[in-house]
């Protein structure tokens, strides 16, 4: 009686599974675009995607030395509060729109539908484009931190001397065994996400107990709340100097701006979630909000067990953070947090180029990028688009070769990486303001605080948009040059001006797949591939 009763349960459940996906598949179909993709991903798993993205032991430890001497402890301390609290306004603007657009194409999808109708290619077109960059620079930035840490690690009791072009070489070779597992491990992915939250979650609360507990003395709370800290100057003369001490404090938010970044994530793998009306919302919340909780409680973990703050930011192994767990809890100790850190960047950037790789065949699919044809086809053994995800590692690779010859390359990539991702936010929650009498609502809304939690999100991206290409480093000469302005210059002209050359011609925006398959196939209900759509797109090409 026991095992009919078991097996009715799971009966009802495996029913309840399939209609929570055939309401998926028609909320997709409402929005014009079939099943391609493979829709198995829970709540949890959709969460652990942004939660691993934003990686708090990825963002705080590579730009902790930035930190340090750009405003020092007090700007770490209480701007990753402050830049929490606004990123949580942009993660709930961003989880309204996606409750309502649950799609892989994200932003540029949703900038489309809340446009003018006359607008919306173009909305479409500069969202799309800007998001893209900020995918593939934050896989960059993800990527390179997990070769400098290696690098750091290969120092511990070697001769071992960290170069950029070594550097650049262990880089690659991280990006290809990241693609790879995205290839062939595919179908192994929703079991190392559910390792990947674990080990951030526990990985992290064990760094932090580890260093406080065996740290020979404590740093006093006043210096990690009150200490201000100024070495942006090369020659020894800082923006605190030369400028004010108010630009130190927004150019050193950036570290906590970065780090609480690519939670866009749950929103590209909402075709492949259950139940993703819901789940890609509340999956931007949550590791937006357990993000910065953890990250709050890693950065005063290691701003408390700082031994000697000079020695600590002119370490030889070229990053505090190594040289705190040295300092603390001795080179074997250090061996074994510094494995921790380093396999959570990995996991981190494993499934940033997961999520970078949905978006462009997203884009794709849509005829949004050079050469669609072909990289929005996907696999039919994996039901995962490949292509793309090789293009993302390409991409990010080629990103990230100015730190062969800049001593400012990494954090300019981060920067680029924060401006263009929130930039591409920004654009579908601006329209969602001015135009929200077309905004139709989802099932997660913000009832009377969408409006103004809305405004806070657009104003807030705005300020971080100008603060974060702003030099950083004084005086500013090809060495220090923060190249951000350069990257996003060359996406905004880039995209303009195709746009106005070539692709207000062709580019219509999201294209209805199912409507061109109809065109196409006649109305037949047989489900074609999305090269049919890609050939409908090529028509309207001059």
């Not at 990250?295 to 000079?310: E, H, N, P």
């Not at 990010?396 to 930039?423: D, E, K, N, R």
């Not at 923060?482 to 106005?500: E, H, K, Q, R």
Request: glycine share 10%; aromatic share 12%; proline share 4%.
């Amino acid at each position: 009686m026991t095992d009919q009763n078991s097996l009715e349960k799971g009966a009802r459940v495996q029913e309840r599974a399939a209609d929570s996906v055939g309401d998926d598949e028609a909320e997709l179909a409402r929005m014009g675009y079939k099943q391609e993709l493979k829709r198995d991903l829970s709540l949890m798993q959709n969460f652990g995607i942004s939660f691993s993205i934003i990686s708090v032991i990825t963002g705080i430890p590579s730009l902790f030395l930035y930190g340090l001497n750009t405003g020092g402890p007090a700007v770490m301390t209480w701007g990753f509060v402050v830049v929490a609290f606004f990123t949580m306004s942009v993660g709930l603007s961003m989880g309204e729109v996606c409750s309502a657009h649950p799609t892989s194409g994200g932003p540029y999808f949703w900038a489309a539908m809340l446009s003018e109708p006359a607008n919306a290619a173009f909305a479409s077109w500069v969202t799309g484009w800007f998001n893209l960059l900020g995918q593939v620079a934050v896989t960059a930035g993800i990527s390179y931190g997990c070769a400098n840490f290696i690098s750091t690690l290969a120092t511990f009791n070697t001769d071992f001397v960290p170069q950029p072009r070594i550097t650049t070489g262990i880089y690659a070779g991280v990006l290809i065994l990241q693609g790879l597992i995205n290839t062939f491990g595919v179908h192994l992915l929703g079991y190392i996400n559910n390792i990947s939250i674990w080990w951030h979650a526990v990985g992290t609360t064990a760094v932090v107990i580890s260093i406080l507990a065996a740290a020979p003395k404590h740093q006093s709370a006043k210096f990690v709340f009150q200490t201000f800290i100024d070495n942006t100057g090369v020659d020894g003369v800082g923006w605190s100097d030369r400028a004010s001490p108010a630009y130190v404090v927004v150019v050193g938010i950036l570290m906590a701006q970065y780090t609480l970044t690519g939670f866009d994530g749950s929103a590209h793998m909402t075709e492949e979630t259950r139940n993703a009306a819901m789940s890609g919302s509340i999956g931007i919340i949550m590791a937006i909000g357990c993000s910065a909780v953890l990250g709050w409680f890693l950065l005063l973990g290691l701003l408390f067990s700082i031994q000697d703050l000079d020695a600590t930011i002119s370490s030889p192994t070229g990053q505090p953070v190594a040289q705190i767990f040295l300092d603390t809890v001795g080179e074997k100790g250090a061996i074994v947090l510094m494995v921790i850190v380093i396999g959570a960047m990995f996991f981190c950037g494993t499934f940033s180029l997961t999520s970078n790789s949905r978006m462009m065949y997203a884009f794709a699919r849509d005829g949004g990028i050079p050469g669609h044809k072909f990289f929005h086809r996907v696999s039919k053994q994996t039901q995962t688009p490949l292509r793309t995800v090789w293009l993302a590692c390409t991409l990010s690779f080629i990103l990230a070769l100015p730190s062969l010859g800049s001593s400012v390359a990494f954090s300019a990539v981060t920067s680029i990486a924060t401006i263009g991702l929130y930039i591409s936010y920004g654009i579908p929650i601006a329209l969602r303001v001015v135009y929200r009498r077309r905004f139709v609502r989802g099932p997660f809304h913000l009832g009377a605080f969408s409006y103004p939690v809305a405004i806070v999100a657009c104003l807030w991206i705005l300020f971080i948009s100008i603060a974060f290409i702003l030099p950083q480093a004084n005086p500013v000469d090809s060495q220090t040059l923060n190249y951000t302005i350069v990257a996003v210059g060359i996406v905004l002209a880039y995209s303009m001006g195709f746009w106005i050359l070539s692709a207000r011609k062709w580019f219509t925006g999201p294209i209805k797949q199912i409507e061109e398959e109809g065109g196409v196939a006649g109305g037949s209900e047989d489900r074609a591939s999305s090269t049919d759509v890609s050939q409908a797109i090529d028509e309207k090409r001059p």
